[in-house]
């Protein structure tokens, strides 16, 4: 069957794979486009050669006795030694949090609470720098992100909630919003200072306080985050950070004093957490997976598109909820996108994430390295056709060449699988109606793109998509005031915006 269904569409899509002498032509042409190397200096950033857990106001030991290793997937090289937080200290920080919801955090009035948000903000941009290499260092994304993208956006969500913290009785139509109590929240490694940011902003502003558990592959910016909290002042117990894999975000989840439950990560995880959960009365908000469509009609400015391809799923190795890993090409243009596409991958500067040249850095860890090369030979076996950026990898560390497949059909892996890496399979449509068709038939449902010159038809697919977040002539833009979230298995609620309070609040 596989193979009756590839050759139906073949014929076009043979045309559109360059033929030797042009992929030798255009890998050339990369090759023209190297620079010499900008490298920031690791230096900036002072890392400890060990820390701590969080703990009401101050760093304590992990009653657990247990530390664990951090990396720099870009070299494989030892940053330093985290705690790993058991049970025990879990309650601990949970305890501590309780408190500080009771006797200072809940009590205080909006407009106080604003300005420790506030002074959060500020330090996180006085320190801009020292997080961006630490970000870079720790996870593996280009210095160029996480100085543009990761650190000022982090900023920003704090100086957004800072603004409802006083203003919450006028979010909703004058009625009344209370905090929910004790918030436990475990979130991912490829934003880890955004996603403490967009989790923390909003609890904060509403009065709520936080138990908050970092990915075991990229810990050290919350811990520099502690540093900061500790700077602005902030109240004991009312953010408590705890370090630890799976087994410690499951511990903060299923605590029996913790209210909220705030999770961003893996569609299974996520399945976990709400079957662990089932019955306990506890607040949930879930941030899953993805596998959103990038739609490319006939009549778009293709250059800008292309741009846009680029940015949605080669941005931070890929590793983002939403990226636009299906891409949608109207038949009639597919072999020039390709043609263009192909061109475009060998310019892309992939190697030491601490370059201001760098386009595409480290993959995040072994483990992630291995899911993207499982899936992608998944995709080689089941008769898909492969296109690479070629040229060296560094030895050391976790690289994977930007990639992409043509000769897809919707029912392969590589089309249906989130892969969280640099890899996009191109698929075909003929009309508008085929084109939401095929976006919509997907488990999941965190965003889309659509690329077009009629302002009409960008709106009539807009929404008309599944998609909790949905760019037109753009992608991966973000912005605190706009919410972001997902339909079907991607999750549910909403982080950013105003209806980012409703998930950490009750509306009297
Ligand atoms: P994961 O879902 O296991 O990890 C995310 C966070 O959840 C980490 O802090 C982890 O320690 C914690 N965690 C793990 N098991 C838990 C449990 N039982 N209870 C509570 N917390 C738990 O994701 P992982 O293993 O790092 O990546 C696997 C795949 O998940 C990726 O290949 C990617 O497809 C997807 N993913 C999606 C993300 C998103 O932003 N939607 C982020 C990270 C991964
Ligand atoms: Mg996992």
């Known amino acids: 069957m596989k193979g009756k269904k590839s050759t139906a ?18 890998i050339r042409f990369g090759q023209a486009w190297e620079y010499s190397p900008s490298i920031e200096s690791p230096a900036i950033v002072k890392i400890a050669p060990r820390y701590n857990l969080f703990i009401n106001g101050k760093f304590v030991a992990p009653k657990s006795g247990k530390y664990f290793t951090t990396i720099n997937p870009a070299t494989e090289e030892k940053l330093a030694e985290v705690a790993e937080a058991g049970e025990a200290d879990v309650d601990a920080a949970v305890k501590a949090a309780r408190n500080a919801y009771n006797k200072v955090w809940s009590k205080m009035p909006g407009k106080e609470r604003a300005k420790y948000i506030y002074r959060i903000a500020r330090l996180i941009q006085d320190r801009a720098r020292e997080l961006a290499v630490l970000e870079s260092l720790n996870g593996g994304k280009p210095i160029r ?24 009785d006028y979010a909703f139509g004058g009625r009344k919003l209370s905090p929910l109590g004790v918030a ?3 979130i991912p490694w490829n934003f880890p200072l955004l996603m403490a940011a967009w989790k923390l902003a909003p609890a904060l502003a509403c009065g709520n306080t936080v138990v ?11 811990l520099f985050l502690a540093e900061i909290l500790q700077e602005a002042e902030l109240p004991d117990g009312v953010v408590n950070i705890v370090t630890g894999a799976g087994a410690t975000g499951a511990a903060v989840v299923a605590h029996p ?12 995880v996520g399945k976990k957490i709400q079957q662990a959960l089932a019955g306990s009365g506890k607040k949930i908000t879930l941030e899953l997976g993805g596998k959103a469509a990038n739609i490319i009609f006939e009549d778009a400015a293709l250059d800008q598109a292309i741009e846009g391809i680029v940015n949605g799923i080669y941005f931070n190795q890929g590793h983002v909820c939403c990226a636009g890993s299906r891409l949608l090409v109207q038949e009639s243009i597919h072999d020039v996108v390709v043609k263009k596409l192909f061109r475009r991958l060998q310019t892309l500067r992939v190697g030491n994430p601490l370059d201001k040249n760098t386009d595409i850095g480290a993959i995040n860890s072994r483990m992630q390295l291995d899911k993207i090369c499982e899936l992608v030979n998944s995709g080689v076996a089941e008769g898909a056709v492969m296109h690479q950026k070629q040229g060296k990898l560094p030895e050391k560390g976790y690289w994977f060449q930007p990639t992409f497949f043509t000769n897809v059909t919707p029912s392969l892996r590589i089309a249906r699988e989130e892969i969280f890496g640099p890899v996009l399979s191109i698929l075909t449509f003929r009309t508008p109606e085929e084109a939401i068709e095929k976006a919509n038939n997907t488990f999941y449902g965190l965003s889309a793109g659509i690329w077009t010159d009629k302002g009409s038809k960008a709106m009539k697919i807009a929404n008309a998509m599944r998609a909790g977040v949905v760019w037109i002539n753009t992608f991966n833009k973000f912005d605190p005031s706009s919410p972001f979230g997902g339909y079907k298995e991607s999750g549910y609620g909403r982080e950013g915006g105003r209806q980012g309070l409703l998930d950490y609040c009750k509306v009297e």
């Not at 569409?9 to 255009?26: G, L």
Request: proline fraction near 6%.
């Open 9 to 26: 569409i073949t014929t076009t899509e043979k045309k559109a794979i360059p033929t030797r002498q042009e992929q030798q032509d255009v």
């Open 145 to 168: 992100e996480s100085r543009d993208v990761d650190i000022p956006l982090s900023a920003a969500h704090f100086f957004y909630y800072a603004g409802w913290a006083d203003k919450l």
């Open 184 to 186: 436990g929240q475990v």
């Open 212 to 222: 908050l558990k970092p990915a075991e592959t990229t810990p050290l910016t919350a």
């Open 257 to 268: 004093d913790v209210d909220k439950v705030a999770f961003t990560g893996s569609t299974a």
